[in-house]
Nanobody, 115 residues
Framework: QVQLVESGGGLVEAGGSLTLSCAASGVTFSATDTGWFRQAPGKQRELVASISRSGRIYYAGSVKGRFAISRDNAKNTVGLQMNNLKPEDTAVYYC?????????WGRGTQVTVSS
């Protein structure tokens, strides 16, 4: 059974930093395309950053230069370093892994940025 578990969310002031981590069981991140998504109240879920099996990285324009995605193959985790956080970054952040036709999601972690 595949399980993705996010951690590291919390409340931070604007300009602060948080580091999210996603731990996997039942799937190896290096064999998947992995991404961080977020969903703010009343908005659609959006892709924030992703890292492919080959290590190719993508960032949404709104976070480029502030967020950094990384993968630790030894620990089988994917991280999201978030710097210079803004109130508009407030959302539930979800870890996602895709392997072929299979799509796995974590339950999410809340990030709240106060102004």
């Amino acid at each position: 059974q595949v399980q993705l578990v996010e951690s590291g969310g919390g409340l931070v002031e604007a300009g602060g930093s948080l580091t999210l981590s996603c731990a996997a069981s039942g799937v190896t991140f290096s064999a998947t395309d992995t991404g961080w998504f977020r969903q703010a109240p009343g908005k659609q879920r959006e892709l924030v950053a992703s890292i492919s099996r080959s290590g190719r990285i993508y960032y949404a324009g709104s976070v480029k230069g502030r967020f950094a995605i990384s993968r630790d193959n030894a620990k089988n985790t994917v991280g999201l370093q978030m710097n210079n956080l803004k109130p508009e970054d407030t959302a539930v952040y979800y870890c996602n892994a895709v392997r072929g036709l299979l799509d796995f999601w974590g339950r999410g972690t809340q990030v709240t940025v106060s102004s």
